[in-house]
């Protein structure tokens, strides 16, 4: 009879505990659609799942290279998974938008997806507040095949025309610059990523 009241008081701290976790340290999700191939989910056969760390953000620490999930600007019940391409300061060519070059506002990042033509992001709905950015995704944790580390990386044929002084935000961690190729043509879509608690409702 012992027991039940230490598996309450058990559960009762392990519930604080966990939210804590999961609000300042990150969490596990699942990647969907086709935008950021060939980084994530490189064909139809393959769903990445990836480890979003919220702590990486927690002081808006974003790098360019960085592949964040962030509030959809244009549904704010969704979130979205992208590559960081350019930081405030920093001017863009762009693909598609209203404005052939963005400088990006203080404040601001503008994020793509690697399959170009394939990815609704900065090129549809302009440079995203950094307030949208929820998490840096840091490893890929399933399935085993594909297990891996994600390096920040700009493709090539997307570094910024000119970059801005850096934010005195955040640490001095530094982007590489190796490139990230692009796939050929797919069905248009912007990846979503689901917690683990939403995978299971899904299912």
């Known amino acids: 009879m012992m027991r039940f009241p230490t598996f309450l008081k058990s559960l009762l701290l392990g519930v604080p505990v966990g939210v804590t976790l999961l609000d300042c340290v990150g ?10 191939q060939p980084a994530l989910n490189p064909d139809a056969s393959v ?19 960085d592949i964040i999930s962030l509030v959809s600007p244009k549904d704010p019940s969704q979130k ?29 990042c503008w994020v793509e997806g690697d399959h170009t033509g394939n990815s609704l992001d900065s ?5 995203v507040s950094l307030g949208l950015v929820t998490a840096r995704a840091t490893q890929i944790v399933w399935p085993p095949s594909r297990w891996q580390q994600l390096p920040s990386a700009v493709p090539k044929t997307r570094v910024p025309i000119a ?4 934010s005195t935000t955040g640490s001095t961690r530094t982007a ?8 050929s043509n797919s069905n248009s879509s912007s ?7 939403e995978v299971h409702r899904l299912n």
């Open 47 to 65: 769903t990445d799942y990836v480890f979003l760390s919220r702590w990486a953000v927690r002081n808006m620490d974003v790098q360019r290279g």
């Open 80 to 108: 979205i998974i992208k590559r960081v391409v350019a930081l405030q300061g920093d001017v863009i060519s762009t693909l598609g938008y209203k404005l052939p070059y963005v400088t990006v506002p203080e404040g601001h």
């Open 27 to 36: 969490y596990v999700a699942r990647v969907e659609g086709v935008s950021m």
């Open 163 to 166: 970059t801005g002084k850096r």
């Open 123 to 127: 090129n549809t709905f302009g440079p």
């Open 191 to 197: 990846p979503l990523v689901h917690s683990m608690e």
């Open 176 to 183: 590489n610059n190796h490139a990230v190729s692009n796939s």
